[in-house]
Every structure is written in C-alpha cells, then in structure tokens.
Nanobody
Framework: QVQLVESGGGLVQAGGSLRLSCAAS????????MGWFRQAPGKEREFVAT????????YYADSVKGRFTISRDNAKNTVYLQMNSLKPEDTAVYYC????????????????WGQGTQVTVSS
C-alpha cells in the first residue's frame, strides 16, 4: 500500500516556475515507477512525465519536454516535478501516481494516486 500526497501548486505568471512534490508513505515506494498526470477543466486526465523506480530513466509528454523535469529521492520517499517556462495551457490539477511498469501513459494502469494539487498559470 502506498499513500501519496502532492504539494507545491499555486498561482504563477506565464514564464514562471513551480516545483511540485509528492510525498509517499509505505516501505515499497522505491519499487514503484512514478508518474505525473494533469487534468484541466473539461478535459481528460493526461500523462505528463514518468520516472523509473531507480530514478535512472525518465520520459515526458511532448507538450512538456524541455520545460519540466521529473526526479525522485527514494531516501525521502518523494518524487518531484520541476516546471519551468510555464504557459497558461499548463493550468490543471496535477496528480502523482504509482505503477509497476515502465512508460505507462494510461492512467487506469496506475495503482495509487494522490489527491492532486492545483496549478494556475496566468497570462
């Protein structure tokens, strides 16, 4: 069992940065690949990024590649999403999730989810 709690969301101007954190409880966190998803109002939840259990591999959606960086610290049971050069279209609720499997972009495949954190980018 893994419990996930996101933090770090907020309101930022276009071009700004935010760092999201996802704190996990449970001794098996380091055995899970982790993903970030987002859901904008009226839209389906979409894949943003994923990181291997070891932290050695990452994969991004084309829409965020070069602007967002996913990382993790297994000693702290935490995964991060550094978001730079934010755009209004990045506005969404951001969720972290845990899965055993690599480059899983389908949200229904994930085993555990956080409650989400709101990111709002003003123009």
């Amino acid at each position: 069992q893994v419990q996930l709690v996101e933090s770090g969301g907020g309101l930022v101007q276009a071009g700004g940065s935010l760092r999201l954190s996802c704190a996990a409880s449970g001794r098996t966190f380091s055995s899970y690949d982790m993903g970030w998803f987002r859901q904008a109002p009226g839209k389906e939840r979409e894949f943003v990024a994923t990181i291997r259990w070891s932290g050695g591999d990452t994969y991004y959606a084309d829409s965020v590649k070069g602007r967002f960086t996913i990382s993790r610290d297994n000693a702290k049971n935490t995964v991060y999403l550094q978001m730079n050069s934010l755009k209004p279209e990045d506005t969404a609720v951001y969720y972290c999730a845990a899965v055993r499997g690599w480059i899983i972009k389908t949200d229904t495949a994930y085993d555990y989810w956080g409650q989400g954190t709101q990111v709002t980018v003003s123009s």
